[in-house]
């Protein structure tokens, strides 16, 4: 297919592509926005480059240099700037990168950015659109086995893995999300969550699929996203649990303007309790489940179903085919041409990740119901067997997170003599809660096997820097604990 | 990607899929019909055939039959019911058909059923339905390359070809129209035309692949239709410019019911007359190019652009790249994933209509504006020089439309001795017209070397069974006239 964006400044030229913190682009004038920074970034010599990284906020300049890339064949490798020096460099090697391009006002929060300047080519975005532009050689054509994006796993369980998402990945994608979603000529996208993850990096690509506009915000900030949800025609806005309970704490009576058609929400289950607010209010929320390597969604509910399946995260999306092994509850397993076509330069580890004839395992715990909708119970490495019991950490953490003076929690099973494991709870509380107290309330909503046999209240919850509790550092503490007692 | 039907009945198992004659049929409900369908056609021993003929019109019947030979991963031959007899013997033969299946109360329509009967298994779509269903071997994916139909082209120049459309062909078509049109979830498009052409073939298949609904009618009539778009919820309505017409003549003052999004148009080019009616009325009409070989629309205009650009027939849709050769008016030629992979048996015809570098060469000629939208100008095939100028006959053919008495026109080029071509004009009316008028009216309106030399009053215009004007017909009569004259 011709390059997506040439086709867009071709198809829509004057509909408005990009809103970032007052002004806006179309797409002629994004496309313009772009082909000039392709131009400087063949003045510093970068075009021939196979990959390039990407440490950037969400900007309108981060935007431009994503797509440039993308305009110059180079495969963008897309960095969580929160990330810490370690991972950036071991990050950095893996793929194989000569030149980092860096927002200078981001540099202060990069970690040992001294040190990566002294073994890579940092350049500032904001230096690089200050040369003089050549004209670029720019992709005629979006080969669908081309690289759009590489962006790495959150290893919350081994090493994280570049994952390299191809045109025909991201265009199955947002074909697969507008069949269930829908599509109107005015669709406003807004982007509050990071260009660097699928959930932000697959509302862009939707931009240039669909010819749809992107309203883009540096950082999610619950007041002034209510602020934008009232004014801006913006339709869809793509969030996780955390950002939908606080734009709920912050909800104005009047409600949002009244283009606005709903929620994606991704990344994490969310509770009952805060989808049955949702409904009380009525805003649309639709959940949905993916991750980077089905590069973005690939089971959604839809507006429809959305308010009588809660705690599911819906159907797979047209494209995917979906199976669970074994009868009940087994693992996710998925076929579709969203699935990425590999891990940079780890092909054996993303060989692990596929059944003998070709299905991805995601890892991942589910059922289906009666009706064919997908429930997630958790990741297979986070089940635990106690006394012959399968147990589910994300089943007994959904029960305590309804526990009204428990903020976050997080459950993993211990060893235990007696009955092979046991759960143990980690809870962040402003004060100490009775252990007594917790577990009876357990008892009340779980089987007797279910309830944690410890509860351990921390200041916080180790988090990668995606935002993913890391179990291993939580029964490291357990393990040293113990020791302690 | 998993078998479209089984994915719908999965996906959206108690949405509308299909509306005929006061029936309907959910997603679930009509795979039951289909599979019992296959079930029958396991009875009657054809699932081991690989292509089947279907002569049917546009019911519940024909609809289920149709996705029924898909299910068993037998190509469907979609034959035109009005051909005559040494057509239909021409298309059975070149794809090789074993059995045929027709409506019976269409048998006495059909020129030479008994003919038919006698070389061929001739199966009628009633009796088959009354056979005990055997439990029917269904297809578990549609492979991208596999053949979903087959439909012989109009052959209004040369012999008709079996164009083979393929599950990925189909599946690009639809994802360009919805790109186009938007999508929503309670979209129902009426079919008035028929299931074996293009045209109405392309909204099955997008039902398949939206999850959408169909209203389907048996044939156009004007009063019954506007009835349907006055009162069931309607979106789009696939029309032809005939359709639109006759629509126009019978429109209620009060309008159609509110849903009703607009009409795709297709098929030929309308006057402007005609569309500024339909703006005058409200009525949104998207003007759209394609043909058998592109699997329908390949360029069409957005409901915003249609008001400004009468006569374009828009741009290239998302998936498709085009381009016209030369400079100012050339060949409109075409390369995307919805163009067919061949012809049945005649890969060698097919090859021809490819350019060197792949290319699809549509025949057509047209002319971009500054701002990229088509303009169709006529068939290569029916240009003609005169004195040293191009003359295009669709040119002068919409200045004629416009013309009070003429009800149709068609325009030839015939050997001049001192021009080499002149345009000589047939048409119908209902008196006969003086000649003077008629050039006075061309000199107005036309350059002088495009007014046509000679007007001849015929009772009506030759064409095919799909209506489009048989041009060297009108090239032998005129032969035969000027011997006699």
């Known amino acids: 297919m011709e390059n997506w964006l040439t086709k867009q400044a071709q198809l829509e030229p004057q509909k408005i592509a990009l809103l970032f913190e007052g002004k806006s682009w179309t797409f002629k004038q994004l496309r313009t926005a772009v082909v000039k920074f392709a131009g400087c970034l063949t003045t510093a010599g970068f075009q021939n480059e196979r990959r390039i990284a990407l440490i950037a906020a969400n900007t309108a300049e981060s935007y431009f240099a994503l797509l440039a890339l993308q305009q110059l064949g180079i495969e963008p490798v897309l960095l969580n700037f929160r990330l810490s020096l370690q991972e950036l460099k071991s990050q950095l090697a893996t793929a194989d990168i000569h030149v980092i391009l860096v927002d200078p006002k981001l540099s202060p929060r990069i970690s040992g950015i001294a040190e990566l300047q002294s073994r890579w080519t940092v350049s500032s975005l904001q230096q690089l659109a200050k040369l003089s532009p050549v004209t670029p050689t720019l992709v005629k054509e979006f080969a669908e086995e081309a690289t759009a994006s590489i962006m790495y796993t959150s290893g919350t369980t081994g090493a994280p893995h570049g994952v390299m998402q191809s045109y025909r990945n991201h265009f199955y994608s947002a074909v697969g999300s507008a069949f269930n979603l829908g599509l109107q000529a005015h669709d406003l996208w807004l982007c509050a969550v990071p260009l660097f993850h699928i959930s932000g990096l697959s509302i862009v690509m939707r931009s240039l699929i669909y010819g749809m506009g992107v309203l883009l915000v540096r950082h999610f900030e619950p007041v002034q996203i209510t602020k934008l949800l009232c004014t801006a025609p913006v339709t869809l806005m793509s969030v996780v649990p955390q950002m939908l309970v606080q734009l709920l704490a912050v909800f104005p009576v009047e409600g949002y303007q009244q283009d606005f058609r709903g929620f994606l929400l991704g990344g994490a289950p969310i509770s009952h309790a805060t989808l049955a607010l949702c409904?009380?209010?009525?805003?649309?929320?639709?959940?949905?489940?993916?991750?980077?390597?089905t590069c973005?969604?690939?089971?959604?509910?839809?507006?429809?179903?959305?308010?009588?399946?809660?705690?599911?995260?819906?159907?797979?999306?047209?494209?995917?085919?979906?199976?669970?092994?074994?009868?009940?509850?087994?693992?996710?397993?998925?076929?579709?041409?969203?699935?990425?076509?590999?891990?940079?330069?780890?092909?054996?580890?993303?060989?692990?990740?596929?059944?003998?004839?070709?299905?991805?395992?995601?890892?991942?715990?589910?059922?289906?119901?009666?009706?064919?909708?997908?429930?997630?119970?958790?990741?297979?490495?986070?089940?635990?067997?106690?006394?012959?019991?399968?147990?589910y950490p994300n089943e007994i953490e959904a029960v305590y997170a309804q526990f009204p003076a428990i903020q976050e929690i997080a459950v993993i099973g211990v060893a235990d003599q007696r009955w092979g494991a046991v759960p143990c709870a980690f809870y962040v509380a402003d004060t100490q809660i009775k252990q007594?107290?917790?577990?009876?309330?357990?008892?009340?909503?779980?089987?007797?096997?279910?309830?944690?046999?410890?509860?351990?209240?921390?200041?916080?919850?180790?988090?990668?820097?995606?935002?993913?509790?890391?179990?291993?550092?939580?029964?490291q503490f357990f393990s040293q604990k113990r020791k302690l007692d």
């Not at 973005?296 to 705690?311: E, R, T, Y």
């Not at 780890?346 to 059944?355: Q, S, V």
């Open 279 to 293: 409904q009380e209010r009525k805003l649309p929320v639709v959940q949905s489940y993916g991750m980077t390597e």
């Open 296 to 391: 973005s969604q690939i089971v959604a509910l839809n507006f429809a179903d959305a308010p009588d399946k809660i705690g599911s995260v819906g159907k797979p999306l047209f494209p995917v085919q979906l199976r669970i092994t074994g009868k009940g509850t087994g693992e996710v397993q998925v076929k579709a041409p969203n699935v990425v076509k590999g891990y940079l330069n780890a092909p054996d580890d993303f060989k692990k990740k596929l059944t003998r004839d070709g299905w991805f395992r995601t890892g991942d715990l589910g059922v289906l119901d009666a009706a064919g909708f997908l429930f997630i119970k958790g990741r297979i490495d986070e089940m635990f067997i106690s006394g012959g019991e399968n147990i």
């Open 436 to 475: 007594e107290q917790l577990r009876s309330y357990g008892r009340q909503k779980l089987a007797h096997y279910k309830v944690p046999r410890y509860f351990i209240r921390l200041a916080q919850l180790p988090r990668t820097a995606s935002g993913k509790v890391q179990h291993y550092l939580l029964q």
